[in-house]
């Protein structure tokens, strides 16, 4: 049943594939907290395996073998991408490797972004929370606080995915019992694939919002030994510091 399921994956998860369907994300999204421009709300969790054959890399900071999976929501819960990586990768690794985090770019409308938290790094396309340490001294000011209280409020949806997708599969909530590691990456996609077909269904199994307690908030450092590549991501944090800003700016108008 695995292997017809997650065969079912490109069927099941995928971004929008119509402008009609990107601005329905999108009214999702701003119906929460008056967001304008948010698409999809990512986030990783740690999902615990057996130690597989090659294990060098799984284990996550509590000690435990785990995949790490990201995933991008809409505001209904709906997985619209998912990535799964050894549980030592970080959120910001994950995102820096997909191809999601590679292509998002070109493939989101002008204007568009997706939410995450400080695990990740900030992009034009990619906003996350302001840090006191990156703003000065002093503490984040009205505008910068209320942006973060907006996007994290909003950014709920991923949270609420996960904790969903552990209640209606419990094998997510413990240590999964597949031995060999290809076997446990179609289990799980299989779940979500089933997940998304009940919130389309709109199945009542589980109506709650969900408590994910295995989210991976871990943030490490991605070295790199090109300096066109470090240049180029500060030529964009500017950038996107400055649409933060305007977004931040326009969010506490409406207050």
């Known amino acids: 049943m695995s292997d017809v399921l997650s065969s079912m994956a490109s069927s099941w998860i995928h971004l929008p594939r119509s402008h009609i369907e990107w601005r329905q994300v999108e009214h999702g999204f701003k119906l929460k907290n008056g967001m304008v421009g948010v698409v999809g709300a990512i986030d990783g969790t740690l999902i615990e395996i057996l130690r597989p054959r090659l294990h ?92 973060n209280y907006a996007l994290s409020s909003t950014r709920m949806a991923v949270e ?35 997940h998304n077909m009940i919130q389309r269904m709109n199945d009542p199994l589980f109506d709650g919002e969900g408590d994910d307690s295995t989210r991976n908030d871990y943030c490490q450092p991605i070295p790199t030994s090109k300096r ?23 969010l506490f108008k409406l207050t």
């Not at 076997?183 to 694939?193: Q, R």
């Not at 180029?232 to 944090?237: K, P």
Request: proline fraction near 5%.
């Open 56 to 147: 060098e890399g799984f284990y996550n900071r509590h000690g435990d073998t785990s995949l790490n999976i990201q995933a991008v929501v809409d505001s209904a819960g709906s997985f619209m991408s998912v990535d799964m990586r050894p549980g030592s990768f970080s959120d910001k690794k994950i995102w820096k490797l997909s191809e999601l985090g590679n292509t998002f770019r070109a493939k989101a409308p002008k204007g568009c972004y997706i939410i995450g938290d400080s695990g990740y790094s900030l992009f034009p396309w990619l906003m996350v929370p302001y840090l006191q340490h990156e703003e000065g001294w002093g503490p984040l000011n009205p505008r910068q606080a209320h942006f």
């Open 160 to 194: 609420f995915a996960f904790g969903r997708l552990k209640e209606r599969f419990r094998v997510h909530k413990g240590p999964m019992t597949e031995k060999r590691l290809e076997t446990t990456v179609k289990h799980v996609m299989s779940c979500m694939v089933l």
């Open 228 to 250: 066109n590549t470090v240049e180029t991501d500060g030529a964009l944090r500017g950038v996107a510091k400055y649409r933060r800003d305007k977004i931040a700016q326009a």
